[in-house]
């Protein structure tokens, strides 16, 4: 009889609704999970494993001494987008797949990217926490010059499945957009600018595009010197890409009038971050994918492909250019 497929789940997600997803595969998987929440549970756990499915949170990394202690490991899928907090070089010289989640929650992402640069435009935050706090500041309102949506030039830094949905529900709202992306896209429904281009000729900017070697720092301070005045940034990508400090002195400049951050250089945002009590920044604990129907459609993604690897089919998501059929190891 064949062994079981040994698959290791991390947390976050949930015991109970991971041998929920994997039930109907019966005796041709064996669920495990680490037996503490820390780094040598993880270590443990991951050397009999012949899948594993990743920590969303990256706080229990499959760095390169992770993937050292599994040799056994044949597959890693990611509940999320981002695999930063994977070793993928070394599992790609391993000639092991990596998949991620892509596009699971492009529409929840996208629209709070249009929500947080509707809520910069017209002062919600902001108005929200002056009637809080007891006062009743609709002159002041019309003095920090709201704005109409529409008016504004978009950038979008990043035109993946985010980006170009991102693109569309601006363009429905009468917005024009721009984007640039590593790869230019003849088919997209928005204008392609080079990197400084955009940076100088978008009102509203997003980012919208994987933390990696060749983008992190990218939106730098002297990137962010090319904005117009008074320009907005609503970042949904990952915070390296444009450093905290980065954000603040184009802030203190008055370079940025505003900045809507779902994500930081370190997470949870320190308490005493300065980014805390700026009165222009709209602030979210990295939860703009989080939705009923994005976390629906990762249960989905995450259960049909580490179904598709224990039965011989072809994962979808590889992102590291490995035979997306899962061999055992």
């Known amino acids: 009889m064949t062994a079981p497929w ?14 929920g997803l994997f039930a109907p595969l019966g005796d041709a998987v064996e669920m495990t999970f680490p037996q503490t929440r820390d780094r040598a549970g993880l270590l443990a756990a991951i050397t009999g494993a012949d899948i594993a499915i990743g920590d ?5 990394a499959l760095d390169a001494e992770a993937v050292a202690a599994a040799p056994r490991l044949a597959f890693v899928q990611m509940p999320a987008v981002g695999t930063d907090s994977i070793d993928v070089a070394g599992l790609t010289a391993a000639e092991v797949p990596v998949a991620n989640a892509a596009g699971f929650n492009a529409r929840s992402v996208s629209e709070w990217a249009v929500g947080a640069a509707l809520a910069l435009c017209r002062d ?8 809080r706090a007891g006062e009743w500041p609709q002159m002041e309102m ?20 985010i980006g170009a949905e991102t693109a569309r529900l601006f363009t429905a709202l009468g917005c024009a957009v ?7 896209r003849p088919e997209a429904a928005a204008t ?10 978008s009102d509203i900017l997003v980012l919208a595009l994987p933390l990696a070697d060749e983008t992190r720092g990218l939106i730098g301070p002297e990137r962010l010197a090319l904005l ?12 390296g890409i444009a450093p905290d400090d980065a954000v603040l002195d184009a802030l203190k400049s008055g370079r940025l009038a505003g900045a809507a951050l779902d994500v930081y250089d370190d997470e949870p945002l320190p308490l005493e971050h300065p980014l805390r009590s700026h009165e222009d920044v709209l602030l979210s604990p990295h939860a703009a994918g989080t939705s009923v129907q994005s976390q629906l459609n990762l249960v989905a993604l995450v259960r049909d492909n ?21 061999r055992r190891r």
């Open 6 to 19: 040994r698959i290791l789940s991390l947390p976050p997600i949930g015991e109970d609704v991971v041998r």
């Open 56 to 60: 969303f949170t990256g706080r229990l």
């Open 124 to 131: 919600l935050a902001w108005g929200d926490r002056a009637v």
């Open 142 to 161: 019309a003095a920090r010059r709201p704005r109409e949506l529409h008016t504004q030039r978009i950038g979008i830094v990043g035109f993946g499945s």
């Open 178 to 184: 721009s984007y640039w992306t590593r790869r230019r």
């Open 192 to 201: 392609y600018r080079e990197l400084d281009d955009l940076m100088a000729t």
């Open 228 to 239: 117009p005045d008074n320009a907005f940034l609503v970042n949904v990508a990952r915070g």
């Open 306 to 326: 580490v179904t598709a690897a224990v039965q011989g089919r072809d994962v979808r998501n590889v992102v590291n250019g490995v035979n997306p059929q899962v």
